[in-house]
T-cell receptor, first 113, second 113 residues
Framework: GENVEQHPSTLSVQEGDSAVIKCTYS??????FPWYKQELGKRPQLIID?????GEKKDQRIAVTLNKTAKHFSLHITETQPEDSAVYFC????????????FGTGTKLQVIP | NAGVTQTPKFQVLKTGQSMTLQCAQD?????MYWYRQDPGMGLRLIYY???????DKGEVPNGYNVSRLNKREFSLRLESAAPSQTSVYFC????????????FGEGSRLTVL
């Protein structure tokens, strides 16, 4: 089955700096890569996703890049703000009809004001 | 729209007791899932139901059973609770042929003594 590894497990940045979270996946058939944000005590919510036919996607201060050859993808947050503090999960889903979503172990991001 | 609703939100059990976590969604989604979240381990899939009438095992199914009661409802049962099942449980739903986004419930915090 799919295996998703995520690094780092914790990340502290100064407000205004950039944050990068990296993930690798094992199944070359995976074709959908979402990122979820989970604030303390809340449910995970989708913040951005990318499909395997796209190399990069941006949405305001967040962007995701995908390298299919190396089987890794990354989340980039620019101009970080205190409200970006949360746990971020990467995930991967296989192709061909219904496939399960496999999550990484999460990155706790702390933005220091 | 309530989205995905889980009950109960908190539960304390003694080892060997049984209980059922209830989940309902009002988004007319075909697929529903049960995940457990443990510190440092991300979200791990227990069981999923790709469509009404079908269920299948995820990564960590041992000690659990599920029932897809109808399109809206997907329940998770612990027949004989063990301390290792202390966790936060999330129900989620998605539309298989849609964006792929998972919509999570608020979570159920279960403690087994």
């Amino acid at each position: 089955g799919e295996n998703v590894e995520q690094h780092p497990s914790t990340l502290s940045v100064q407000e205004g700096d950039s944050a990068v979270i990296k993930c690798t996946y094992s199944d070359s058939a995976s074709n959908y890569f979402p990122w979820y944000k989970q604030e303390l005590g809340k449910r995970p919510q989708l913040i951005i996703d990318i499909r395997s036919n796209v190399g990069e996607k941006k949405d305001q201060r967040i962007a995701v890049t995908l390298n299919k050859t190396a089987k890794h993808f990354s989340l980039h947050i620019t101009e970080t703000q205190p409200e970006d503090s949360a746990v971020y999960f990467c995930a991967a889903r296989g192709s061909g009809g219904y496939q399960k979503v496999t999550f990484g172990t999460g990155t706790k991001l702390q933005v220091i004001p | 729209n309530a989205g995905v609703t889980q009950t109960p939100k908190f539960q304390v059990l003694k080892t060997g007791q049984s209980m059922t976590l209830q989940c309902a969604q009002d988004m007319n989604h075909n697929s529903m899932y049960w995940y457990r979240q443990d510190p440092g381990m991300g979200l791990r899939l227990i069981y999923y139901s790709a469509s009404e009438g079908t269920t299948d095992k995820g990564e960590v199914p041992n000690g659990y059973n599920v029932s897809r009661l109808n399109k809206r409802e997907f329940s998770l049962r612990l027949e004989s609770a063990a301390p290792s099942q202390t966790s936060v449980y999330f129900c989620a739903s998605s539309e298989v042929r849609g964006t792929g986004e998972l919509f999570f419930g608020e979570g159920s915090r279960l403690t087994v003594l």
